[in-house]
């Protein structure tokens, strides 16, 4: 063979005659591989060798070890009917992992060394993560030799990888040697390969096309790794009124409109179906009365969807062909077929492979049902795998272990009864621990918002609950005045506008709760079966703490609430001056309410919207007592009765000598000692969400930096003292300072300033209140930004007055340095901000202004630690 080198290209129809040799010494893997071109005719002379001239009778099929069977079928694709029911969602291995989602767009992972998953680039790494490749994708196909086509909804085949042997079409000038040795080549973003495609399969080393006229179309290297191949360097057209195509390692298959079934290819053990060649350049027929075939792998999509999941790759029937006749019968050729053996040449190991093979196709004992079976058994294990049929199996396990836990005893006791009949009750308290288990409401509707993955699972509804703003609430009550009580439910989501309530009646029929009433905001009921529903927010601006609101009446023939009137304010202010409806403000007060009715529109004064309101609201408001779930309760409980008051009155300095007020001082720091809730109700990590129990507050205080802190003092100057509370979150840098006053209409606390920082107090009602990062770092002189806070009495707060910075004079200030206010030349100019007025001060200019400000001493703050008080 060595001697028939010959370093020339027969460049003929775009096509290379390429030989190759080489030999494998032991496992050292030293190669040496020799191209050798030919002439067409030589190639076509040397390449007559059948598979069976070697045969010896000698051993079994079960003696090799060979088995042929159905394995692991489970997208045959037997019940296609035109080339689109081929398209392949999903392709891979253990390397790589290409899929197609519902919107069509095409992702890639795993191995990435010849830029093959889309990234725009190569590496040696392994991607887990699914990376986009493109859009409006109908069909992809992998070869194990890093490359992938795709085929677009326009017709248009493309590819991305490598490019070694002109798979990708990308690099045609290519050396003699590297087909031998390949020169590491790939294209980085996807080329267009064809047009007018229909179909497309990719080979090991090239790639066919099917195009929408019935002709397919081959480029690429086919060649077997020991002796003879060929290279075609661009498109070539070799087969005409073909209806299907099949990709395979070593040969390629096609279905002809009329039947008959050609291949090509590296005939390695008759897997061609022909004993001609063992390299078939051009298509032969082989078979006809041919509906379906297969080359290589027989499943047309990827076993899992994740590539961590993918299984080590497989080589079953890589070296076969398989049929189905139209009388629905089963054949196949190549290795494992029949009973014939025969030695081959193997090209990844030293030996020869002694093996059974027939380039005959033979029958199968296989049938559709036993394949539908196959493949029915693989679709439920696949669905019993899924991530839904996981969190499936989970919930139910965790509504197990709840159901085996929860205290309806202890329901029963919390939540009032709702009927003297113990068949309702028990409907009653199953709705209510469905809710407070599952976040289900009585007619199925889950009753937070559902998240874009849909789950509502128990884990999360347990999350989501865990972030809401407020216990889910129960409560029972005759609201729509018909002499029965109806189950009532308000829920609060992540924040207050969240808010939605309920009205369900009890059906004697269904023996079950069905919906009354249901509105996204807060309602007052009132006792002639009307409500009040208000929204939470709005556009406009009120007077009068007025709020818009709709009026809901009980029907009893519909047996629900229906719209009866909607109810509108506008005032009469800057934002409203073209459209205010003078005419109708007879009292001249600046405003006129709209009444909607159906249709109806009316403009009423403030009399005679007064005067409408009365025939609405003609009977009481009712009290709802509500009851929530989920709550804190025996916790508190538990805490209350361990918590020693005494004990905290030792602790922290006395803040009056009113025992009355000295009692809500006391209060106030328990509840933030052992809820974590500050006097103004605010939770003290103020980062966190706001529905927060007991146990949550706990976990936060280990994470936190360090304790609450409180303190006694008169930091506002009015004459009495204040309430100073410390809060530090999980870092330093989240210190919060709070200042309240005590209130004796309220018998509480209110807030007089909140600052997240650090903050000093000076006698005269001043506070400096220093941020704690900026983002400067070039201050001179211990210098730090800082506000200044001043005491309103009117207001009864904390407003802030100015705002002080530093400028100096560094090079990456140079271009805004304020050179001319530098007086002293030092380097450094004070910006003090006071509302829309802006002053630049020089050094001594700014320590006068600073005497002027803090004109009073620092106080000193003495702070006591907390940490929860207990018997």
């Known amino acids: 063979m060595s001697s028939k080198i010959k370093q020339y290209f027969a ?40 598979v069976s001239q070697t045969e010896s009778d000698t051993q079994t099929e079960e003696e090799t070890g060979y088995s ?64 986009k490749i493109a859009e409006h994708v109908v069909h992809v196909d992998y070869s194990q030799k890093d490359f992938v086509v795709y085929l677009t909804e326009e017709g248009k085949l493309y590819g991305l990888g490598n490019d070694s042997t002109y798979m990708l079409l990308q690099h045609t000038e290519m050396p003699v040697e590297d087909l031998a040795y390949p020169t590491k080549r790939y294209v980085t973003s996807p080329a267009l390969l064809l047009e007018d495609v229909s179909y497309a399969r990719c080979g090991r080393d090239d790639v066919v096309a099917l195009k929408k006229d019935g002709t397919v179309w081959t480029w690429g290297m086919i060649w077997n790794y020991q002796s003879t191949g ?31 079934l050609w291949t090509w290819g590296y005939n390695f053990s008759g897997n061609c179906g022909t004993d001609k060649a063992t390299m078939i350049e051009t298509p032969v027929q082989v078979a006809e009365d041919v509906q379906c075939v297969w080359t290589g792998l027989l499943n047309y999509s990827a076993k899992e969807d994740d590539i961590t999941d993918m299984e080590e790759f497989g080589n079953d029937y890589v070296d076969n062909t398989i ?15 029949g009973d014939k053996s025969v030695v081959l040449p193997q090209y990844y190991e030293v030996s020869e492979l002694d093996t059974v093979c027939s380039s005959e196709f033979l029958p199968l004992d296989w049938d559709e049902e036993m394949l539908n079976r196959k493949q029915r058994e693989y679709i439920e294990r696949k669905e019993s795998q899924s991530e839904e049929a996981v969190l499936a199996r989970k919930n139910e396990a965790l509504l197990e272990e709840i159901d085996k836990n929860y205290d309806m005893e202890k329901l029963k006791r919390k939540v009032p009864r709702f009927s003297e009949d113990d068949k309702i009750n028990e409907a009653y308290y199953n709705a209510i621990k469905t809710l407070d288990t599952t976040g289900f409401l009585p007619d199925g509707r889950y009753c937070f918002y559902i998240e874009q993955d849909g789950r509502t699972d128990v884990e999360r509804f347990q999350e989501q609950r865990a972030q809401h703003y407020s216990p889910e609430r129960v409560a029972v ?80 023939n519909k047996n629900e609430f229906v719209l009866t009137a909607s109810v509108e304010e506008i005032p009469k202010v800057p934002e409203n001056p073209d459209n205010f409806p003078e005419e109708y403000d007879k009292d001249g007060d600046g405003k006129v309410y709209i009444i909607s009715q159906g249709e109806s529109v009316k403009y009423l004064d403030e009399q005679e919207y007064l005067a409408w309101k ?65 006097p103004d109700g605010r939770y003290c990590f103020g980062h966190q969400k706001s529905n927060v129990d007991v146990e949550r507050f706990r976990e936060d205080m280990e994470r936190a930096y360090c304790p609450n802190k409180v303190a006694v003092a008169d930091v506002d100057g009015d004459g ?59 201050y001179q002189d211990g210098f730090w930004p800082y506000s200044v806070y001043q005491y309103d009495e009117n207001k009864k707060e904390f407003v802030e007055k100015v705002s002080v910075d530093q400028i100096t004079n560094v090079p990456i200030n140079s271009d805004v340095f304020p050179e001319e206010y530098d007086k002293d030349g030092d380097g450094k100019v004070y910006i003090v901000g006071q509302g829309e007025s802006v002053k630049y001060l020089d050094e001594q200019e700014y320590l006068e202004w600073k005497k002027q400000i803090f004109w009073m001493p620092e106080m000193k703050i003495e702070s006591c630690e907390l940490g929860e008080i207990l018997k």
């Open 720 to 778: 009495t003292v204040e309430l100073l509370i410390f809060t530090v979150g999980f870092y330093m840098a989240d210190i919060t300072e709070y200042v309240y006053r005590y209130s004796e209409e309220k018998n509480g606390f209110e807030l007089e300033f909140a600052y997240a920082g650090g903050c000093d107090y000076y006698e005269h009602g001043v506070i400096k209140a220093s941020p704690l990062h900026s983002m400067y770092s070039d």
């Open 477 to 556: 009550a005759d609201v729509d005045g018909d002499g029965t009580a109806e189950l009532l439910f308000f829920i609060e989501g992540t924040c207050v506008r969240d808010s939605a309530e309920y009205v369900y009646r009890y059906s004697e029929e269904k023996n079950a709760f069905e919906l009354e009433f249901e509105y996204s905001a807060g309602c007052n009921y009132y006792q002639n079966g009307v409500i009040k529903a208000k929204p939470l927010y709005s556009g406009f601006i009120y007077q009068d703490d007025f709020w818009p609101y709709s009026v809901f009446q009980y029907d009893e």
């Open 11 to 50: 460049n003929k129809e775009n096509r290379i005659k390429c030989g190759i040799t080489g030999g494998t010494i032991a496992l050292a893997v030293i190669i040496f591989v020799g191209m050798v071109f030919m002439e067409e005719n030589e190639t076509q002379n040397n390449s007559i060798e059948t």
């Open 68 to 131: 042929f069977n159905a394995g692991d079928l489970y997208d045959m694709r037997l019940d296609a009917q035109t080339i689109e029911d081929y398209y392949m969602k999903s392709c891979g291995d253990q390397f790589n992992l290409y899929t197609i989602d519902e919107d069509g767009v095409l992702w890639g992972s795993g191995h990435n060394e010849y830029a093959q998953i889309g990234l725009g680039y190569a590496d040696e790494e392994f991607h887990e993560e699914k990376s």
């Open 323 to 337: 049929i189905e006749k139209t009388d629905g019968t089963f054949y196949a050729c190549g290795m494992g077929v």
């Open 614 to 678: 009365k025939q609405i609201f003609w009977m009481p408001e009712m009290k709802i007592d509500w009851c929530e779930l989920g709550s804190n309760k025996e916790l508190l409980e538990e805490i209350d009765k361990n918590y020693d008051m005494e004990k905290l009155k030792r602790k922290v300095p006395r803040f009056s000598e009113d025992d009355k007020i000295n009692e809500a001082y006391y209060n106030a720091i328990k509840t933030l000692d052992t809820t974590g809730f500050l």
């Open 230 to 260: 060929y290279c075609i360097t661009m498109p070539q057209q070799i087969l005409t009124d073909v209806k299907m195509i099949t990709g395979g390692w070593f040969n390629h298959a096609a279905l002809k409109e009329d039947g008959t």
